[in-house]
């Protein structure tokens, strides 16, 4: 199974908002409501930030947001903040578990 | 509170067999639909994951590196051992266990808490 698919880089200026995708597969992303989103400092262990597509872990700001469109998931940060900067990873759970390439989001 | 911690050795040889260990509290791993998972990132690069153990002992690893791994638990220590045979220099990374959440009006298909990771680096 392949690693699903991520933009390597998307960048906003703080206020603005970004989207980060995810692509699979109708194995993977399109045929299971199990994707999770993880922001990860530099140096520091990944945290999750959206699970089950679009709900978040109790404070989790609501400025993170998730959404899916057949094979592709979508994670939206809202009103860009420099806290924000780092590298977001998605992932399918399924029978086995797959993660994104990761995107690294930088603040203007 | 959940906490997870890996341990082991920082220097494998190439060719040998790493052994490490995840100790966790706040959570038993007897108790239904809970998980333990490991996860590695290579040095500036991405996440990938390697094996999870269940509550039930459902044991299930990466396709890719499954023929070099074991996973295992003892619920009485609060432990989760992963090893992996034949290192070799790829294999240098930092090794993350995470807790996936038991059963909660259905079962939980994320890892919602994780250690603060272990880097391991293969080098003769």
């Known amino acids: 199974q392949s690693a699903l698919t991520q933009p390597a880089s998307v960048s906003g200026s703080p206020g603005q908002s970004i989207t980060i995708s995810c692509t699979g597969t109708s194995s993977d992303v399109g045929g299971y409501n199990y994707v999770s989103w993880f922001q990860q400092h530099p140096g520091k262990a990944p945290k999750l930030i959206i699970y089950?597509?679009?709900k978040r872990p109790s404070g989790v700001s609501n400025r993170f947001s998730g959404s899916k469109s057949g094979n592709t998931a979508s994670l939206t940060v809202s009103g860009l903040q420099a806290e924000d900067e780092a590298d977001y990873y998605c992932?399918?759970?399924?029978?086995?578990?797959?993660f994104g390439g990761g995107t690294k989001l930088t603040v203007l | 509170q959940i906490t997870l911690k890996e341990s082991g050795p920082t220097l494998v040889k190439p060719t040998q067999t790493l052994t490490l260990t995840c100790t966790f509290s706040?959570?038993?791993?007897?108790?239904?639909?809970?998980?333990v998972g490991w996860i590695r990132q290579p040095p500036g690069k991405a996440l990938e994951w390697l094996a999870i153990?269940?509550?039930?002992?459902?044991?299930r690893y990466s396709p890719s590196l499954k023929s070099r791994l074991t996973i295992t638990k003892d619920t009485s220590k609060n432990q989760v051992v992963l090893t992996m045979t034949n290192m070799d220099p790829v294999d240098t990374a930092t090794y993350y266990c995470?807790?996936?959440?038991?059963?909660?009006?259905?079962?939980?298909?994320?890892?919602?808490?994780w250690g603060q990771g272990t880097l391991v680096t293969v080098s003769s």
């Open positions: 992932s399918s759970y399924t029978t086995s578990i797959l």
């Open positions: 706040g959570f038993s791993l007897s108790t239904s639909g809970v998980g």
């Open positions: 995470a807790h996936r959440p038991g059963y909660s009006s259905g079962y939980q298909y994320y890892f919602d808490s």
């Open positions: 153990i269940y509550w039930d002992d459902d044991k």
């Open positions: 089950d597509v679009s």
